[in-house]
């Protein structure tokens, strides 16, 4: 492992180098000053040569000072996990103090001696080799979650074909994290389509095997079973959620489930037929809104009763008239001045406000509603907003 020493005086460096020869550390870089060991450090993310993963420097160097050294390798992020040692001589020692509150690890008194000074090397370089292994497994993680977030968007509608049978919709879908546990479904037939929103217990990877049970449910329910009366599709999937996690036994050490809500619409009936759990359907025309409420009743859960029959609300479509299902992943951020949810209040004056426009305005819209109120906080859930007129 490499090692980077600062120091001005060359008797010290001469010392040093010895040292760490004689510890075993043959690939030792000295510089006399903070600027030479700038030039080495930038070349370090481009020159596997000039890495460094341990610096020793002193306190008090010509130039820059060694506080504001430490201060800028802290704060570069490429650098930031390279463990530093502050060498202090008798006048230096005041400020190691500072030191330590820029970042430096340890410390050594000068004069430098050799078993003290192998002894802290090797424990920060054993350091540095356990932070690097880390980050490798955390790496080989993040590209496998990102790498699942591709296998997950395959579950989605083909867009092409989505734009051009429901050209009138949008559809917007913002993971957590880089999984989600909210999935929207979109199914074409020969007389109307089946559009549903679903949000399963949780986010990134659990809630992303949750997506893969409904998602997977629900193209038996309609493919394999040809359901498509939503109240029944709902009542199906609560079973087949509930059975593929076993958690209609004793022994299920899971308790996991779903919200949901499906509409299956046939334009040339002008005939819209909704059904949902805990999520609603919400209408607007002319001017005016309509929430049309869910059951309250989730799918899956332990707790989930099999035999429950789910309403259907049949509605008579009319011109002009606009569609909107969402998870609570928009209404539940928090925001504004007072770090309050955006809320459902919120949701339908935008509804109201928004409805006349183009569906690309409205989504453009409904996102930047959501990101001004968000502002610079953490997004709280996932979020999926499904908007459609026929």
């Known amino acids: ?13 001469k010392i040093l180098k010895y040292f760490l ?30 890495k460094v993963d341990l610096i020793l420097m002193d306190t008090t160097l010509p130039g820059m000072s060694g506080i504001e050294m430490c201060r800028q390798i802290k704060a570069t992020e490429y650098l ?7 060498l202090a001589g008798k006048t230096g ?19 430098v001696q050799r078993v003290e000074l192998i002894a802290r090397v090797g424990s920060l370089l054993q350091l540095k080799k356990e932070i690097d292994e880390r980050k490798a497994r955390e790496r080989d993680i993040l590209e496998s979650i990102r790498y699942a977030k591709m296998i997950q968007s395959s579950l989605f509608p083909n867009p092409e074909q989505t734009t051009k049978l429901l050209p009138n919709s949008f559809f917007i879908w913002i993971p957590r994290d880089i999984i ?14 089946i559009v549903a929103v679903i949000d399963c217990t949780g986010h990134g990877v659990p809630g992303g095997f949750m997506t893969m049970i409904a998602s997977s449910g629900l193209r038996r329910i309609i493919h394999g079973e040809g359901g498509r009366n939503p109240s029944d599709i709902l009542k199906r999937l609560n079973l087949i959620v509930k059975t593929t996690l076993q958690q209609d036994t004793d022994f299920a050490l899971s308790d996991d489930g779903l919200d949901a809500a499906v509409c299956l619409v046939r334009p040339r009936h002008k005939s819209l037929v909704y059904a949902g759990a805990r999520l609603p359907l919400y209408l607007v025309h002319q001017g005016k809104l309509k929430v049309i409420k869910a059951d309250k009743q989730s799918l899956g859960y332990k707790r989930s009763d099999l035999k429950y029959n789910f309403k259907s609300h049949n509605i008579r ?9 969402a998870t609570d992943g928009y209404t539940d951020q928090l925001g504004g001045s007072r770090k ?28 930047d509603a959501f990101n001004k109120y968000k502002g610079g906080g953490a997004r709280q859930d996932d979020v999926t907003i499904v908007g459609f007129g026929v």
């Open 340 to 367: 309050r949810r955006f809320g459902t209040r919120r949701l339908k004056k935008l509804l109201l406000k928004t409805t006349s426009m183009s569906f690309p305005r409205q989504k453009k819209l409904f996102l």
């Open 21 to 50: 020869k004689t510890g075993g550390y043959s690939d030792v870089i000295v510089v006399d000053s903070t600027r030479k060991a700038i030039v080495h450090l930038k070349k370090a993310p481009h020159y596997h040569s000039s």
């Open 1 to 13: 492992m490499s090692i980077l020493v600062i120091e001005s005086s060359e008797t010290q460096r």
């Open 80 to 86: 930031k996990d390279v463990p530093i040692i502050m």
């Open 180 to 193: 989600s546990g909210d999935i929207y479904f979109v199914d074409f037939f020969k007389d109307g389509f």
């Open 317 to 325: 479509i009319e011109e002009g008239m606009c569609f909107y299902m």
């Open 93 to 111: 020692q005041d400020k190691l103090k500072l030191a330590f509150a820029v970042g430096a690890l340890d410390y050594i008194t000068k004069p």
